[in-house]
């Protein structure tokens, strides 16, 4: 019912940034929240950073906080993750999620806390 397509990926020097981009398509009028997550070879997938669609508060992991930031563009159903500072430690495969249910604030930053998937975009951060 919805369908999201990352984008922004790519390979950056420690220090450097990027941004990553999440179109959403199909059931947006419903979305409530959206977020990222990332997933390291071998490692859980884990929570980055989410916002809620409506009022547009915002949750972050504590190891990205003050160095990305989550943003939306309603008009375009698009979520973004600016990625400044970056570390080795940010490499990862980078999800975005959306969800269609009112959820509380903890099930926003669990994976199953979403319903919608988009396929990844791999941020290789070099030392």
């Known amino acids: 019912q919805v369908q999201l397509v990352e984008s922004g990926g790519g390979l950056v020097q420690a220090g450097g940034s990027l941004r990553l981009s999440c179109a959403a398509s199909g059931r947006t009028f419903s979305n409530t929240a959206m977020g990222w997550f990332r997933q390291a070879p071998g490692k859980e997938r884990d929570f980055v950073a989410a916002?809620?669609?409506?009022?547009?508060?915002?949750y972050y992991a504590d190891s990205v906080r003050g160095r990305f930031t989550i943003s939306r563009d309603n008009a375009k159903n698009t979520v973004y993750l600016q990625m400044n500072s970056l570390k080795p430690e940010d490499t990862a495969v980078y999800y975005c999620?959306?969800?269609?249910?009112?959820?509380?604030?903890?099930?926003?930053?669990?994976?199953?806390?979403?319903?919608?998937w988009g396929q990844g975009t791999q941020v290789t951060v070099s030392s």
């Open positions: 999620a959306a969800d269609n249910l009112f959820r509380t604030t903890t099930s926003r930053m669990i994976p199953t806390g979403y319903d919608y």
């Open positions: 916002i809620r669609w409506s009022g547009g508060i915002t």
